[in-house]
């Protein structure tokens, strides 16, 4: 089974507050997701928003599904997609850990940095997350 995840955190500098957008493709099908973080800056919001993404993505698929699932994830934060691969980040290891332990749930897992412009179905979803919370 091949799967692309795509994964995107937005900041609002007001108020400081932080979301995820993730979209999940399976057999054509999307699967949307939009989540406020807890996060204290942009780029830990980026970590959080790819342990959304795994998460969400294990809790859909079976384990037998993970078992054969070829990952493709991708993210425009440099930083993510450096530190994923080098299985290394100064300040947000605990984040790089817990990723490192996700993906091992998957037969392959591939990590693709994008730029901003191919990443905005996740960036839309953070955005509506932002702008939802805005509201209320």
């Not at 989540?35 to 859909?60: G, S």
């Not at 749930?105 to 953070?126: E, K, T, Y």
Request: proline share 2%; glycine share 2%; aromatic share 10%.
């Amino acid at each position: 089974m091949y799967i692309k995840v795509y994964s995107d955190a937005a900041e609002q500098p007001q108020t400081q507050q932080c979301s995820a957008g993730v979209l999940i493709i399976v057999n054509h099908k999307q699967y949307p997701v939009k989540r406020l973080l807890n996060a204290t800056d942009n780029h830990e919001a980026e970590f959080q928003a790819c342990e959304l993404a795994l998460k969400t993505l294990q809790q859909q698929l079976t384990t037998a599904e993970q078992h054969t699932a070829i990952v493709n994830y991708y993210t425009d934060s440099k930083i993510v997609a450096d530190s994923i691969q080098k299985n290394y980040a100064k300040h947000y290891q605990e984040y790089i850990d817990c990723i490192q332990q996700l993906q091992q749930s998957f037969s392959m897992f591939f990590v693709n940095w994008i730029p901003d412009r191919d990443n905005q179905g996740a960036h839309q979803l953070a955005l509506q997350a932002l702008h939802r919370s805005e509201r209320k």
